[in-house]
């Protein structure tokens, strides 16, 4: 199965290896349970501090029909050098200190209070991976949406037209994640994943200018994303939700649909695969499963988990990924 291709390390295998107490543990369970997407999203270190630099290639040798004694022409080839540079997310918790120390188990009490943190951290992590936008917002890593949203780019071939128009359109993601095709990184020197600081009691003044106790926690995630090559990405926009239901005869075929998604991208097998889409999306795929014609879905048990399988790729729900999309128009 290409699920299990792909050797470069996930943020679930980083954070598992790195406290033998079991707290990024923890943390990397939450981020999973609410962001399917980092159950397969690689991550490789900064080659380059906080950006890292990547060839892209932009073109192949095609190479000669020769004879004897007729020689053949040198090639090479065409490679483009792009830099990608890391976003800083940062958020803070501040709990009034005697709410802690009055409610018998202080330590459960805040960790039941940064859970909250951790999740809505999450959640903003997962927009940025399919959203996130440099051009529009220089804190931000760019994510997979600005670099599949023009019908006259160069990848515009890995860009299926869903058929919608207007502003109720979603999009389903194809991606074989490896760090040779598309991969996340961290700032070199540092760690992937959320890292969640405990900062101990401190003193916090209000606008009033009025003291009082607090327990601090701080939570950091330094991310960046680069695209070694587009060909292991597709995109299917332009899904109207509107019209959608669970029979293939109401609005968009969903199941065709993923079926020229797996034809379109080069190779399955080249990393670890997986679709991405929201709950919308998932839910009639897994009502399509007791339709018997429909061959390609499937659920299957993968480490203990029920998960929608499409031709024995996982099927991953991933809510940030919006209702509201623009229709991408000029697609065929």
């Not at 980083?14 to 349970?33: I, N």
């Not at 890391?86 to 009490?109: H, K, P, Q």
Request: contains cysteine; aromatic residues 8%.
């Amino acid at each position: 199965m290409s699920l299990l291709a792909a050797n470069t390390p996930t943020l679930l295998d980083y954070m598992k290896s790195l406290d033998p107490q079991g707290k990024p543990y923890m943390l990397a369970e939450l981020l999973s349970a609410t962001n399917e997407i980092l159950l397969d999203m690689p991550f490789v270190e900064a080659n380059n501090k906080m950006s890292h630099n990547v060839g892209v290639r932009t073109g192949l040798p095609g190479g000669y029909w020769r004879m004897y004694n007729l020689g053949v022409l040198p090639e090479k080839a065409d490679n483009v050098e792009l830099t990608e540079t890391c976003g800083m997310f940062e958020a803070r918790n501040r709990i009034d200190a005697r709410l802690v120390e009055r409610n018998g188990n202080g330590s459960a009490f805040r960790i039941s209070q940064d859970r909250a943190f951790i999740i809505g951290s999450n959640k903003t992590m997962a927009t940025s991976v399919f959203y996130g936008n440099q051009a529009t917002d220089r804190k931000q890593f760019t994510g997979l949406a600005p670099r599949f949203n023009d019908a006259t780019a160069q990848n515009a071939g890995n860009i299926i037209n869903g058929g919608g128009t207007g502003s109720t359109n979603t999009s389903i993601w194809l991606v074989v994640w490896d760090s040779e095709t598309v991969s996340g990184f961290y700032p070199e020197g540092s760690k992937a994943g959320l890292d969640h600081k405990d900062e101990g009691r401190g003193i916090l003044t209000d606008s009033q200018g009025r003291e009082h106790a607090v327990y601090r926690s701080c939570f950091q995630w330094d991310i960046g994303m680069y695209v070694k090559d587009w060909r292991y990405i597709v995109r299917c926009a332009n899904i109207d939700v509107t019209t959608l239901g669970k029979s293939r005869l109401t609005g968009a075929d969903i199941v065709d649909l993923m079926t020229q998604m797996l034809e379109r991208v080069e190779d399955t097998n080249m990393g670890r695969a997986a679709f991405y889409c929201n709950r919308t999306i998932r839910g009639i795929l897994r009502r399509q499963i007791s339709n018997t014609s429909n061959v390609n879905l499937s659920e299957s048990q993968v480490a203990g988990k029920r998960v929608v399988m499409f031709d024995d790729i996982p099927v991953r729900r991933c809510d940030a990924i919006v209702n509201t999309e623009e229709a991408i128009t000029g697609l065929s």
